[in-house]
């Protein structure tokens, strides 16, 4: 597994959440779609602190299987209750994931793991 798998997760929970958002005819929050985005990027700065211990467990199915079904109860809670920001907000944090994915692949930006 590695960045391939965690991708076509990824890809997974931001079509269901692009689904939802046209699905309610939800309009775009960009203020919860930069506070998604900011999360995901201070989430990853926290992780890349114990890189080896967060792959270790991230690398577990059971684990990947919840984080993608936790996505899509989220896409439900946030179709329902508030889609605009919810649902903007999980496409930020995704977009921001796909984003970084990309910058380390292309190498212009070092992995996580590098950042300590």
């Given at each position: 597994m590695g960045?391939?798998?965690d991708g076509a997760l990824a890809a997974v929970a931001l079509a269901a959440f692009a689904a939802a958002f046209v699905a309610v005819d939800a309009a775009p929050s960009v203020p919860a779609f930069l506070l998604g985005a900011a999360g995901t990027?201070?989430?990853e700065a926290v992780a890349a602190?114990?890189?080896a211990a967060v792959r270790r467990y991230w690398e577990r199915r059971?684990?990947?299987v919840a984080s993608l079904a936790g996505a899509?109860?989220?896409?439900?809670?946030?179709?329902?209750v508030a889609p605009s920001p919810l649902l903007s907000a999980g496409g930020g944090a995704l977009a921001a994931y796909?984003?970084?994915l990309a910058l380390v692949r292309a190498g212009a930006v070092p992995p996580p793991r590098a950042w300590t």
């Open positions: 960045a391939r798998t990027l201070a989430f602190r114990r890189a059971a684990v990947q899509l109860a989220l896409v439900a809670v946030g179709a329902a796909f984003l970084l």
